[in-house]
């Protein structure tokens, strides 16, 4: 008997295969297939169960209709029918973005070996990054799909953003940090158009990790976003149901303070779903962190790093940036002064760490009440329980 689920995979199987089409530029095929698929989402919204699932497979199934009516458009106009003025105003009308524009490339330097304790998250992310790149082979034996997305979450000035460059490195993967604000474009179906273009663009790479970071801000729940912001989404949808690791060689990373405002679709199996608590850093951590900011700073013989990590638990790693800098402003504003320079104290950082206090303490109280809200305990327990 057909079901929500059949219909919904078959649909992904039309969506692949017209959006295959479409860039080989048989855009009559892709239009016929685009629209298949768009039924076989209609139909499975009209048996989902869940309020949830309904409702994403409906915006599924709009959003596709929507893009099989542009090919035909796009189709029916005659090659060189548009005047001159139209095609100027289409070329610089802000709805296109090139590679520079999306996105900042780059190779990373920073593995796991530069990152002090966290092992719990590193063997995470492993697991859910790396090995799909480096043991492929195993993947496809044992069946399991690779190419999910994964989500990073925790307070904000935790590392998020350092640990998706040390997966990259780890894998030898080119690491995509995408300017999630170069997304956003004022123009009617230009972000949309955008999205699609950040995953063609790093489809071309050999070996690559797409990272969104702060997806919350074009990946908001859509029962609570205007239209442009669903079909963003939307986009985000189609992209990531079509990522297969195996042709594509291709991980989608995505890091974010509210993982509890992003539509719950997208952490659905398939898309992001693996999500990984990123806290803030434990003991190993935290003296690797200090070591990295004093490094260059001249130290009094009464300062042990070992007991500054032990005097800053619950601080975050850019809270322990500022508190070095805080610290070495002391001796600094006496010698301009015209006191005699003099070694950073153990005495000065007892003096910052008495007026400043972990910044995500506050972070901690929001979070439990927003998750509480929406009802989603038992995805966010991990974070609850600390």
Same mark, same amino acid.
């Given at each position: 008997?057909?079901?929500?689920?059949?219909?919904?995979?078959?649909? =992904?199987?039309?969506?692949? !295969?017209?959006?295959? %089409?479409?860039?080989?530029?048989?855009?009559?095929?892709?239009?016929? %297939?685009?629209? /298949?698929?768009?039924?076989?989402?209609?139909?499975?919204?009209?048996?989902?169960?869940?309020?949830?699932?309904?409702?994403?497979?409906?915006?599924?199934?709009?959003?596709?209709?929507?893009?099989?009516?542009?090919?035909?458009?796009?189709?029916?106009?005659?090659?060189?029918?548009?005047?001159?003025?139209?095609?100027?105003?289409?070329?610089?009308?802000?709805?296109?973005?090139?590679?520079?524009?999306?996105?900042?490339?780059?190779?990373?330097?920073?593995?796991?070996?530069?990152?002090?304790?966290? *092992?719990?998250?590193?063997?995470?992310?492993?697991?859910?990054?790396?090995?799909?790149?480096?043991?492929?082979?195993?993947?496809?034996?044992?069946?399991?799909?690779?190419? *999910?997305?994964?989500?990073?979450?925790?307070?904000?000035?935790?590392?998020?953003?350092?640990?998706?460059?040390?997966?990259?490195?780890?894998?030898?993967?080119?690491?995509?940090?995408?300017?999630?604000?170069?997304?956003?474009? /004022?123009?009617?179906?230009?972000?949309?158009?955008?999205?699609?273009?950040?995953?063609?663009?790093?489809?071309?790479?050999?070996?690559?990790?797409?990272?969104?970071?702060?997806?919350?801000?074009?990946?908001?729940?859509?029962?609570?976003?205007?239209?442009?912001?669903?079909?963003?989404?939307?986009?985000?949808?189609?992209?990531?149901?079509?990522?297969?690791?195996?042709?594509? +060689?291709?991980?989608?990373?995505?890091?974010?303070?509210?993982?509890?405002?992003?539509?719950?679709? %997208?952490? =659905?199996?398939?898309?992001?779903?693996?999500?990984?608590?990123?806290? *803030?850093?434990?003991?190993?951590?935290?003296?690797?962190?200090?070591?990295?900011?004093?490094?260059? =700073?001249?130290?009094?013989?009464?300062?042990?790093?070992?007991?500054?990590?032990?005097?800053?638990?619950?601080?975050?790693?850019?809270?322990?940036?500022?508190?070095?800098?805080?610290?070495?402003?002391?001796?600094?504003?006496? !010698?301009?002064?015209?006191?005699?320079?003099?070694?950073?104290?153990?005495?000065?950082?007892?003096?910052?760490?008495?007026?400043?206090?972990?910044?995500?303490?506050?972070?901690?109280?929001?979070?439990?009440?927003?998750?509480?809200?929406?009802?989603?305990?038992?995805?966010?327990?991990?974070?609850? +329980?600390?």
């Amino acid at each position: 008997m057909n079901s929500a689920v059949t219909f919904a995979a078959q649909a =992904r199987g039309y969506a692949k !295969a017209a959006k295959d %089409l479409e860039e080989r530029g048989d855009k009559e095929r892709a239009r016929e %297939l685009y629209l /298949k698929a768009a039924k076989l989402y209609n139909d499975a919204s009209m048996m989902a169960g869940d309020d949830i699932d309904r409702n994403t497979q409906r915006d599924l199934a709009e959003h596709l209709f929507t893009k099989a009516q542009s090919l035909k458009r796009s189709a029916a106009v005659p090659s060189g029918g548009r005047s001159d003025s139209r095609r100027d105003q289409d070329s610089n009308d802000g709805s296109s973005i090139s590679k520079d524009d999306v996105f900042l490339k780059e190779i990373p330097k920073v593995g796991f070996s530069d990152i002090g304790g966290l *092992e719990d998250v590193k063997e995470e992310i492993r697991k859910a990054i790396i090995y799909p790149f480096t043991h492929k082979e195993l993947y496809q034996m044992y069946g399991q799909k690779a190419g *999910e997305g994964i989500l990073l979450y925790g307070p904000p000035g935790c590392g998020k953003t350092m640990m998706a460059k040390a997966a990259a490195k780890e894998c030898g993967a080119d690491f995509i940090s995408v300017k999630t604000s170069s997304i956003v474009s /004022k123009w009617v179906g230009a972000s949309e158009k955008n999205v699609k273009q950040v995953f063609d663009i790093a489809r071309g790479e050999e070996r690559s990790i797409i990272f969104f970071d702060e997806i919350d801000s074009i990946a908001a729940r859509r029962s609570e976003s205007e239209d442009y912001a669903k079909r963003v989404v939307n986009e985000l949808l189609a992209q990531m149901d079509g990522v297969d690791t195996a042709s594509d +060689n291709l991980l989608v990373l995505a890091a974010t303070n509210e993982p509890w405002a992003i539509d719950p679709a %997208l952490r =659905r199996p398939g898309r992001f779903s693996k999500l990984v608590f990123v806290p *803030e850093p434990d003991l190993e951590a935290r003296e690797a962190i200090l070591k990295i900011h004093l490094k260059k =700073r001249p130290l009094d013989d009464n300062v042990d790093i070992r007991h500054l990590a032990e005097l800053t638990d619950s601080y975050s790693g850019a809270d322990l940036a500022a508190i070095c800098k805080e610290a070495a402003d002391i001796p600094l504003g006496e !010698a301009l002064r015209g006191g005699e320079a003099r070694n950073i104290g153990l005495q000065d950082f007892k003096m910052v760490l008495e007026k400043r206090k972990p910044s995500i303490v506050s972070w901690y109280i929001e979070a439990r009440s927003a998750i509480q809200k929406s009802g989603e305990e038992q995805v966010f327990a991990e974070l609850l +329980n600390k």
